[in-house]
């Protein structure tokens, strides 16, 4: 990210936070983890080589890791992203 950009996102991730859990608090009735990842887009069909990114979570960082690696590793197995509400 050029830095302009990197610090203008970063100044606003807490904001964006707090929105997110207000609608989501709204939507669902209840607190639930959140983790944003802000990163610039990828060159081309290359999507490994995004380095640089911003992160937020209203949870432990140990709860959104594993989060995180439970994604990854449904990803890497090659599991769909099916939503509950469709699933049969």
Do not use: C
């Amino acid at each position: 990210m050029a830095d302009g950009l990197d610090l203008k996102v970063s100044r606003k991730l807490q904001k964006i936070l707090r929105r997110v859990q207000d609608v989501v608090r709204k939507e669902v009735g209840e607190e639930m983890g959140i983790a944003l990842v802000l990163f610039p887009w990828a060159e081309g069909d290359e999507p490994d080589q995004v380095g640089e990114y911003q992160y937020v979570s209203n949870a432990p960082r140990s709860h959104m890791q594993g989060a995180l690696r439970s994604i990854v590793a449904k990803w890497d197995a090659g599991q769909p992203d099916t939503p509950p509400h469709l699933r049969q």
